[in-house]
């Protein structure tokens, strides 16, 4: 397809600066170079690859560094400013990879709430950045509240169950927690970010360095899609982390949730726009009906105007998102229940859209859809997964009721 | 309620074999499917573990299914002279489908090309016989396939109303007593050298739109020129190989055409019904099995610490996905009392637009709301919805390639348009 894809799926540019977008076309060329042109090499040769093209995002181009401040080695992207960039950034790698995505915005979310201004920690980031930032290449991974087990009676968030505690000993902390489900590489990471309940229930977040004896992991899961995140399982028991790796202040949790939701959606609209790529180049050499091209079929066209209405919302959703989460002085915090509920409302449109852009787009792509040759099957199961991991219970159950709590005042949901 | 056998089917047409077969193949399910199903994906290339399933359901060492279809005097058990044909055809389905719907498609698609020469009113005795020992003396698996698709496009083939088949480049030639083949297909269940027998539809004259032209004639696998590729890499269908075909100079009897003109276009326009059926079968089966996993999950996971089927919204989600079980399986047996009322005064024949058209929306409607519904199942899991562990995502790739495949959604939507709205030009 020969067709510039900003230029289809505006977004407000004056959003993102020029520094920006210098990183951002970086980031493109990236993906271009290393991945898009090269798919069937790339899928063949998947777990390698997949490590190499991550080390030369992280290492080469300095991803890795994004998100911290320039004092500490980074590009000093640690302002809510930056969110359109960091989403921007995002969306170029989602249109390679998804899972690469999944692991890049999962580190940025970790590190947002360490470093963003105005609650910047510098003593957690002089003690994390150089060993999980540095020269090599470092896999992080969250740990969120969700679904609890019948006959456990837990702390919760907003709804949802915490599954680990974090409790003082001598002078740090120790973490316990059992079967806890990351979203991500379980199996591999190297730092840990764990939503853990204190002693009288309240919410916080622990940093966890994953080289501790004390965590067992389970065995590497298989789903669906973002294989290559290598999810597992996570145990900790009595795991002791020092005191500045615990961070507990009011709304923390969900300065986690609101970063989360605009990075996720970053990468689900970067593989949505690839997607709308490779069903476009299909349908324009497609034909049917005997010898039509299928585009110029009106019931085919019509499929494929929602491909790219979906695609095109989304991604305004997530500038939408970029922009609140921007203006801390217009619409308040991360951590405020309006946009943390805004944040959950839009990602959440954003997952399904582009969700149902590639299943409307699958439609007319027949078994070339559905056979790994044409990679388009990748992208349906990488967003489904992703999707389904940002619902959390229950089909969404927490995201609906944060939203009647925020926009109905409801008390007791 | 008790379990997932009270989701609604008409108990008053159900076949009297229904109770039993289902209970043999329920056995050989929970026992040689369900413990290994999760590495069937790995194994989706050479089958090691697929096979020894399949041998034991189809093949004489197991239940013998495969020669279900044949006539008892050649040996099968005369489900194709059946009243209850289509109807027994979807408990199969379900029951196989439940386990793994590719399974389910690569047993059934066994069937589909003997359909034609086995159902009543187009018993080919002469074929019949030819035929019979292939799958009825055999103790191991033996597969037969549809192979329909072509490179340029699956969708126009099924599609004769309207293209009239002159999109159709595989050509038979006759040539003294033995039809030539050449072509090229690609796709076909039971392809990538599974299938010792093949239908191929196919023109004797090519870009003609004259149905007498269009032929179906059946082809060994090992018959000189056949040549399969290797299977392809799919989301998907680990149990089911697809593979390209290419017939080079192929030459079979001439009597291995299914019937002849016009009669082959029919018989091809009565195996779409039996695609149909068998799909809506599966895509139950495989719900069925969602509504046992779901049951489980929901009862013993907690949303603010009480089980999720005990939270009022989430009540409503699995609510929907176990209504639409139950709506689905209605349709899928009234589709099936549509093919078995074939050859009743107050029914349809099965090459009909009638039943075509009607079956095609059913089943459309019925993939629809099976995408639907395990997309939601697996929100309702949200972390674990992507894990194999719990087999809902298995059945979510699985059954996407149900609502495209047997000429793709659109194709359904247009038939239904043609048939309800007598539009002239789709
Ligand atoms: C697991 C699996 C099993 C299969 N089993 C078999 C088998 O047993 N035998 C066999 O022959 N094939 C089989 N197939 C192939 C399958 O049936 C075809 O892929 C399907 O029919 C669609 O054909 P196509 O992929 O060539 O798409 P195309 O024919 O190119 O159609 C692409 C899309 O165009 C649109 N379209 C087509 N016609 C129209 C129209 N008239 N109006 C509007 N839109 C239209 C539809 O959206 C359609 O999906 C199988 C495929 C898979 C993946
Ligand atoms: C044209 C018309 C004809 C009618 N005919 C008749 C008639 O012939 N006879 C008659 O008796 N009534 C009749 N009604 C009334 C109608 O049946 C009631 O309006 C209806 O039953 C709902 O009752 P309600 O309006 O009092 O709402 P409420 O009982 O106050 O309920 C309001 C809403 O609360 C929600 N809700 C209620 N219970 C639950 C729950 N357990 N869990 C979750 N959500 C819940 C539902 O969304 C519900 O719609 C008629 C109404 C109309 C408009």
């Known amino acids: 397809m020969n067709k510039v894809l900003d230029e289809l799926f505006v977004y407000p540019k004056g959003l993102v600066d020029e520094e920006s977008k210098r990183v951002i076309h970086l980031v493109r060329q990236w993906a271009d170079k290393e991945i898009i042109s090269k798919r069937q090499e790339y899928r063949e040769n998947y777990e390698k690859l997949f490590i190499e093209t991550r080390k030369s995002l992280n290492l080469t181009i300095g ?77 992080f991974s969250l740990i969120l509240p969700g679904m609890g087990n019948v006959g456990q009676d837990t702390p919760l968030f907003l709804g949802r169950s915490i599954l680990a505690s974090v409790e003082p000993e001598g002078d740090g902390y120790v973490v316990n927690g059992k079967n806890l489900r990351p979203i991500n590489s379980g199996a591999v990471a190297d730092l840990f970010c764990v939503v853990c309940a204190d002693k009288t229930g309240k919410p916080c977040i622990a940093f966890v360095p994953g080289d501790n004896t004390n965590i067992v992991r389970g065995k590497t899961l298989l789903e669906t899609g973002l294989n290559a995140s290598s999810n597992a399982d996570v145990s900790f028991n009595n795991v002791k982390i020092p005191k500045s790796y615990v961070i507990s202040r009011q709304g923390v949790v969900e300065e986690l949730y609101t970063w989360l939701n605009l990075l996720l959606g970053g990468v ?146 | 309620m008790k379990n997932f056998d009270e989701f609604s089917k008409p108990e008053e047409y159900i076949s009297p074999m229904d109770k039993h077969i289902r209970s043999v193949i329920r056995n050989w399910a929970d026992k040689e499917v369900m413990p290994y199903r999760r590495k069937y994906d790995e194994d989706w290339k050479d089958h090691h573990i697929i096979e020894p399933a399949f041998d034991k359901l189809m093949g004489n060492s197991g239940i013998g299914l495969q020669k279900a279809l044949f006539p008892p005097e050649l040996g099968g058990w005369g489900i194709g002279q059946s009243d209850s044909a289509f109807t027994i055809s979807c408990a199969l389905a379900e029951e196989v489908g439940r386990a793994d719907t590719a399974m389910a498609v690569a047993f059934m698609v066994t069937y589909w090309p003997l359909t034609t020469i086995l159902v009543e009113p187009h018993v080919n005795w002469r074929l019949a016989k030819e ?73 004797t004259k090519p870009g003609s739109t004259d149905l007498k032209d269009f032929a179906m004639i059946f082809v060994p696998a090992d018959t000189k020129g056949v040549t399969q590729g290797g299977p392809y890499e799919k989301a998907g269908m ?149 894990d194999r562990e719990y087999d809902i995502e298995k059945h979510w790739r699985d059954i996407k390639i149900i609502q495209l495949w047997m000429g793709g959604k659109q194709l359904c939507q247009m038939e239904a348009a043609r048939y309800f709205f007598n539009c002239k030009t789709l």
Request: charged share 20%.
């Open chain 2, 238 to 386: 680990a149990a089911d190989k697809n593979s390209d075909i290419w017939f080079e100079d192929v030459r079979v009897p001439s009597w291995y055409r299914a019937h002849g003109p016009s009669m082959d276009a029919q018989v091809f326009r009565e195996i779409i019904p039996w695609g149909l059926a068998a799909s809506m079968g599966f895509m139950c089966g495989a719900m069925l099995n969602l509504y046992e996993i779901l049951y489980d999950f929901v009862s013993t996971k907690t949303y603010k610490n009480k089980p999720l089927k005990e939270d009022d919204h989430i009540a409503s989600i699995i609510g929907r996905i176990a209504g639409d079980i139950d709506i689905c399986r209605i349709l899928s047996y009234e589709a099936a009392k549509m093919g078995d009322r074939r050859n009743k005064p107050y029914g349809y024949p099965i090459y009909s637009d009638e039943v075509a058209c009607k079956m095609r929306n059913l089943k459309d409607f019925v993939s629809d709301r099976a995408v639907d519904i395990f997309g939601k199942a697996m929100d309702v899991l949200g972390p674990y919805g992507a």
């Open chain 1, 63 to 139: 991803l890795q560094r994004l998100t911290l401040p320039e004092e500490h080695g980074g590009f000093g992207w640690n302002n809510p400013a930056s969110a359109p960039g960091i989403a921007s950034v995002l969306t170029e790698i989602g249109r390679a990879d998804a899972a690469i995505g999944v692991a890049t915005a999962v580190k940025y979310t970790m590190l947002a709430v360490i470093t963003m201004a105005p609650n910047f920690d510098k003593a957690l980031c002089d003690a994390l950045a150089p060993v999980y930032c540095g020269e090599e290449l470092k896999t």
């Open chain 1, 268 to 413: 689900s609209v970067g593989t949505g726009m690839n997607f709308f790529e490779m069903v476009g180049d299909w349908s324009e050499t497609r034909t049917i009906k005997g010898g039509y091209m299928m585009k110029e079929n009106p019931l085919c066209a019509s499929v494929l105007a929602d491909v790219a209405d979906e695609v095109f919302t989304s991604r305004l959703f997530l500038y939408d998102l970029a922009q609140t989460i921007s203006k801390p002085n217009d619409w308040g915090q991360s951590s405020s229940q309006r946009v943390y509920t805004i944040a959950q409302v839009l990602g959440s449109k954003i997952q399904q859209n582009v969700m149902r852009a590639i299943n409307r787009g699958l439609e007319l792509m027949g078994s070339a859809g559905y056979s790994k040759e044409w990679h388009v099957e990748k992208h349906w199961r990488d967003i489904k997964t992703i999707q389904s991991y940002l619902c959390g219970v229950g089909a969404e159950a927490p995201v609906k009721m944060d939203t009647a709590r925020f926009f109905f005042d409801c008390k007791d949901i």
């Open chain 2, 131 to 203: 035929f019979a020992p292939m799958f009825c003396n055999a103790e191991k698996a033996v597969f037969a396939a549809n192979a329909m698709t072509e490179p340029q496009g699956g969708a126009d083939i099924e599609n004769l109303e309207l293209t009239g088949g002159k999109t159709i480049r595989t050509v038979a030639r006759l040539e003294g007593d033995e039809w030539v083949i050449n072509g090229h297909k690609l796709w076909p269940t039971n392809s990538g050298g599974v299938a010792k027998l093949f239908v191929v539809p196919c023109t």
